[in-house]
């Protein structure tokens, strides 16, 4: 797997050569003026890290996806100008993060970087966004941090922070009342960053955790944390479980008898991607996100009948995201009117409102969406939306990030 | 912690064990009888939670399933020790973790292939779904009880096998002097062959039993390939018995690691250190007897 995912982008390269070398010598023939106009005319430059292989392959292809729909549906072009894709397969790993992105940067030459899923790698993309003062938006890492202390005038995110997404269940939670409750989640930054906000919000509201209880990540041997929940009888629990882990940690909530004994709330990504597998252990389980199976506004039908159409897949969470970073990108370009000046692109995104099918939003100050937050609800094989949980929310708080300009 | 919790946690420790050494025991055979360093054995889980989940879903029913995956498992044991294994026992170590690790990227290629990336269930079969109330809130789901009960099956089986057969005796007497045997009219290519399907079928087994509760996904085979060869090592390699000993004992480990609270110097120490319990196990019998705890004195 490794071996191949290192051989491609290698085989790009060498395509990219044949049109580079192509270029050039055109660039050769007209003079160096020409040169120069081919800069400003030629295609805009999109250098997209996603994961190809590996875990998260599907998240980068929902993305990639979305994007593609929303640039697509501009006639393929941002601000009239044609869109080359340089691509790299970022594996999810962190290891490999600066050299896979210094590749586009460096070697590319891309107009803006997007990406990626994983938030170690997202950090390290940040990192090298900000020594090289190139455009970044992130389709879904949720590292609080990313729009938090490592902020920059040129990172972006289009997706949502973690806090962002355990908050407004700690507001619903405190609000119906609930006077305690116990966290459950791996010990890793998504899942701090997800209990952290939950606990802000329902602590503010009122309520006690009595205790927060954490796995090594990726362990799923849930049993003895099962017992201790039963044994500190709460009057909730809130988790942070995604993936595999997170189907395996609803059946064995149902397995131990809890489920209907104490209600199990969590982040949206807890009942995301999971219910088939699943099954009927999910049922009536809550929770929040930034988007939901069953929004039915016009927005979210048309993207959903286009999606089906191009792809022959029905589109989630993330193809959304990936989607709002098209309409952003297309927004912004259209503003410039083509242009890669970067203190006007940056101007565009920072004061864009993306009518996404999510529901509109735009960036806070530190460049995190402020968006409708739904609190759903698993009824058959779908996240149905119960109410907005909290209308246009700016959290993490935006003075954790100092921006310097 | 009051007594009816610890006594339900020990419970749990005592099944995660019983588990622990289930998915472990085809590695017990491969690498701790056999001496085969298989780096695949996690790759063979993988491909018994996939059998599970796509056989049980076409024949719509667990216990059919559960035959014919074995059945899979012991032809695919058989062909890769023909193909490849046996050209391999007379070298180093390192062309069979070469090797091994070689097969864990076709399987995952193959899993991706034949049955995609997406994380899938395994329905609990109906007559074991029940659970038993342990106490006001908490009951215990009756299938992980069956899981258990599975366990004490394979290794009562195994060591009986290996201390107390024939067979057992010519696996054992192969793996310290391969030409030997041979030369004392036994077909040893034949033997390790059937061995080497049966730690196959094994581990393929454990994923099938182990699918209901763990669910079925890409990599999770790389989850549990680690704890593996931790529970061998620590048992002492050739030994069925120190494997279950190993098991429970991790099982004990990680449970309690995970849920008491030591402070020191008002720092909560142990579930910070929960990850790391198992390994700090290991390096400790490690240090005091570097054969494993029931591993013969080299």
Known sequence: MKQESEKKPQARRREFLKQGSALGGLAAIAGVPGLARAQSSGPVKLGLMLPATGTFAQLGSAIENGLKLAIDEKGGKLGGREVEYFKVDDESDPAKATDNVNRLVTRDKVDVLIGTVHSGVALAMVKVAKDTNTILLIPNAGADAATGPLCAPNVFRTSFANSQTGYPMGKVMAERGIKTAVTISWKYAAGEESVAGFKDAFTRGGGKVLKELWLPFPNVEFQPLLTEIAALKPDAVYTFFAGAGAVKFLKDYQAAGLKGRIPLYGSGFLTDGVLEAVGDAAEGVETTLHYADSLDTPKDKTFRLAYVKAYKTQPDVYAVQGYDTGLLLAQAFDKTKGGVDKPALIRAMETATVDSPRGAWHFSKAHNPVQDMYLRKVVGKQNRVVNIAIKQLDYPPADRCKMSS | ?298
């Open chain 2, 1 to 298: 912690m009051s007594l009816g919790t610890f006594l339900v946690q020990l419970l749990n420790s005592v099944q995660y064990g019983l588990l622990l050494f289930l998915v472990a025991s085809g590695l017990t055979l491969i690498f701790g009888i056999m001496g085969v360093i298989n780096i695949a054995h996690g790759a063979f889980y993988m491909i018994g939670a996939y059998l599970a989940w796509s056989l049980a879903g076409q024949l719509g029913s667990f216990w059919l399933a559960l035959p014919l995956g074995i059945a899979l498992s012991v032809i695919l044991g058989l062909a890769l020790e023909w193909l490849l294994i046996n050209k391999l026992y007379d070298r180093d170590h390192l062309y069979q973790v070469l090797l091994t690790y070689g097969l864990i990227l076709v399987f995952e290629e193959l899993r991706a292939i034949l049955w995609g990336n997406d994380v899938h269930g395994v329905p609990i079969p109906e007559q074991l779904k029940a659970s038993i109330p342990l106490t006001e809130n908490l009951s215990y789901p009756v299938y992980r009880l069956f899981i258990s009960g599975v366990c004490l099956a394979v290794a009562g089986l195994m060591y009986w096998v290996i201390q107390k057969t024939r067979l057992g005796m010519i696996v054992r007497a192969g793996a310290s002097n391969r030409d030997m045997v041979q030369s004392l009219g036994i077909d040893i290519g034949f033997v390790y062959r059937v061995v080497f399907a049966v730690g196959v079928a094994l581990a393929a087994f454990a994923g099938m039993i182990a699918a209901p509760v763990s669910s079925v996904f890409p990599g999770m085979g790389g989850q549990v390939l680690i704890i593996c060869f931790v529970v061998v090592v620590i048992g002492g390699v050739g030994s069925v018995k120190g494997a279950l000993v190993a098991a429970l004992l991790i099982g004990l480990i990680d449970t309690f690691g995970k849920v008491i609270e030591l402070d020191i110097a008002g720092f909560n120490v142990l579930p910070e250190l929960s990850g790391m319990s198992v390994y700090l196990l290991m390096a400790a019998v490690l240090l005091w007897r570097p054969q494993g705890i029931f591993g013969a004195r080299p």
